[in-house]
């Protein structure tokens, strides 16, 4: 949840929770987290909201599992890896038919597999970068996904926003 709130990866791990009150009442207290982060710019992060208590007591797994991916795609430096994970969320979210996927899906072919074999996802990968194949380490290859991978995350953010969205407002 920290990475998705500041915008890039971000390990995070909850270390005491002191509650102040009886029980059966709302508490006081605090929450103590261990972050390994260098933070550039001051940032406000709410730990009463219904979101973020639903992602530390690991209430809504697949919310869970979506920022993990998200985090993991935040922090890694390879293209490859960025649009795997930002793919991912995705696809724990949408069925195999759902817009946000078909229009990726050969990104995530093309990233995914050395050697494609169907003749749809080669036609694809002509589009894509020009080829029937990826070579990570052409530039130009790089180059051809970069504007894909950008799609993908904003989708994935903007999937991640509407659910924590939603969460809050109930």
């Known amino acids: 949840m ?11 791990s909850l270390s005491q929770i002191n509650e102040i ?15 390994d982060a260098v933070l550039s710019k001051m940032q406000n992060v709410d730990i009463t909201t219904t979101s973020f208590s639903n ?4 209430r809504d797994r697949k919310l869970v599992r979506q920022l993990s991916h998200y985090r ?35 990104v995530r ?6 050697e494609l074999t169907k003749s749809r996802s080669k036609e694809e990968a002509e589009k894509i970068v020009g080829k029937s194949y990826f070579d990570p380490s052409a530039p130009e290859d790089i180059c051809a ?9 904003n989708n994935a953010e903007q999937l991640i926003k509407s659910k ?7």
């Open 2 to 12: 920290i990475s998705y709130i500041v915008g890039f990866g971000v390990s995070c």
């Open 21 to 35: 009150g009886p029980p059966g009442t709302v508490k006081t207290g605090a929450v103590f987290c261990t972050i």
């Open 55 to 58: 992602a530390l007591q690991n």
């Open 72 to 106: 993991l795609g935040l922090l890694s430096s390879d293209i490859v890896e960025k649009i795997r994970e930002f793919y991912q969320v995705l696809e724990d979210e949408y069925t195999k038919n759902h817009p946000s996927i078909e229009k990726y899906k050969y």
């Open 109 to 114: 072919h093309l990233v995914s597999h050395p």
């Open 145 to 153: 996904l970069e504007r894909h991978l950008e799609e993908i995350k």
């Open 164 to 170: 924590i969205q939603s969460c809050d407002a109930l």
